[in-house]
């Protein structure tokens, strides 16, 4: 058996733990700050309670350095808010749509928020990254997330 492949990537924000749970349950709000780096989210389908959603993060035009997961400019995945405990933790268990079994099985990303002294620590756990997906390239894309929901939530 394969051992499972994870990254954990923290942040400290300063806005309390009550807005930036508030912002992983609404759609708009997940479209603008979750597409890491130059990427553009697209909700197609999103209930902000435990149950599915379902998004694409779609890679400018002229992206050269790493083709999409479902096409050239497109990842696209099906999840659900598998666990939520309000203002302390998230769990997203996501399949990305794509024929390539290196991207396939179902990557979960556990979200953590603990009070801290004017703000909150976000620490964001990747467990089961498909083996496609370079460790560092997902660490980088989770900071990028993360710096992302700072500006959104004004911390």
């Not at 492949?5 to 708009?28: G, H, K, N, Q």
Request: with cysteine; net charge negative.
């Amino acid at each position: 058996m394969t051992p499972s492949r994870s990254t954990t990537v923290s942040r400290f924000i300063a806005a309390p733990r009550e807005r930036i749970y508030r912002a992983f349950l609404d759609a708009d709000a997940v479209a603008t700050w979750l597409p890491p780096d130059t990427m553009k989210g697209i909700v197609h389908a999103f209930e902000g309670r435990e149950g599915g959603f379902s998004m694409s993060l779609v890679y400018p035009d002229d992206e050269t350095s790493q083709p999409g997961k479902t096409s050239d400019k497109t990842d696209r995945f099906e999840g659900r808010f598998a666990k939520l405990v309000p203002d302390e933790r998230i769990v997203w268990a996501t399949i990305f749509d794509s024929e390539d079994e290196g991207f396939s099985g179902e990557m979960t990303v556990s979200t953590m928020l603990s009070p801290a002294d004017g703000g909150t620590d976000v620490t964001m756990v990747c467990g089961n990254v498909p083996s496609g997906i370079r460790l560092e390239d997902n660490e980088e894309g989770c900071r990028s997330t993360l710096g992302n929901l700072a500006a959104f939530v004004g911390g």
